[in-house]
């Protein structure tokens, strides 16, 4: 089992382009949650998806959204990309038997730079 | 608000010292913590959850309500332990994390 997933590894934008980052969770895991990583910080939740549907969304503009696809993998989207934008994103999954409390499974991340 | 402070960003100690990452915490309600543990070129993972009350690789952490933490602990440091960890609150099914000690442990 490959465990979830994560494409690209690496990805240069300039500011004001989009950009989707893909997530393929781990085998048997429904659940998808994005965290945003800035350097030197605690990963940071952007939103959560379950049935396809946003569950969850935490602090982050419009600008940032995604989307479910039936075989629960998963597409983060970031329009009129920023500076600030700059992090590494990872992409969490967790099995729909088992709420968090037994943790998720993490992927690799794509660290994404705007230049 | 909830928030989750690491105060220490570097911790070092020689291989066999005991070791002690602090975490304080800010949550109104019955707090659910975590540790999560990131070694050189690896996913971030979970190492242990405070319902649990686990040891895991010889790692304690037990929840003080009073003094709002959660600080990871263990007896006797490993060169191996060397890692990035994170300290986590759950939130409405998702977590809140810290910044993060980096644990350096040198033979």
């Known amino acids: 089992d490959a465990g979830v997933t994560q494409s690209p590894t690496h990805l240069i934008k300039t500011r004001g382009q989009q950009v989707t980052l893909r997530c393929s969770p781990k085998?048997?895991?429904?659940?998808v949650s994005w965290y945003q990583q800035a350097l030197g910080q605690g990963p940071q939740f952007i939103f959560q998806y379950y049935e396809e549907e946003e569950r969850q969304r935490g602090n982050f503009p419009d600008r940032f959204s995604g989307h479910q696809f039936p075989n629960y993998s998963s597409e983060l989207n970031v329009n009129a990309l920023l500076l600030g934008d700059s992090a590494l994103y990872l992409c969490?999954?967790?099995?729909?038997?088992?709420?968090?409390?037994?943790?998720?499974?993490f992927g690799s991340g794509t660290r994404l730079t705007v230049v | 608000a909830q928030r989750v402070t690491q105060p220490e960003k570097l911790l070092s100690v020689f291989k066999g010292a005991p070791v002690e990452l602090k975490c304080n915490y800010s949550y109104s309600g019955s707090p659910e913590l975590f540790w999560y543990v990131q070694y050189s070129r690896q996913r971030l993972q979970l190492l242990l959850r405070?319902?649990s009350r686990e040891s895991i690789k010889g790692f304690t952490a037990d929840l003080n309500k009073g003094e709002t933490s959660f600080h990871l602990k263990k007896p006797f440091a490993q060169e191996e332990d060397s890692a990035m960890y994170y300290c986590?609150?759950?939130?409405?099914?998702?977590?809140?994390f810290g910044t993060g000690t980096r644990l350096l442990v040198s033979p």
């Open positions: 969490a999954s967790r099995s729909p038997g088992q709420g968090l409390d037994y943790g998720y499974t």
């Open positions: 405070h319902i």
């Open positions: 986590a609150l759950k939130s409405f099914q998702k977590l809140v």
């Open positions: 085998s048997g895991h429904d659940t």
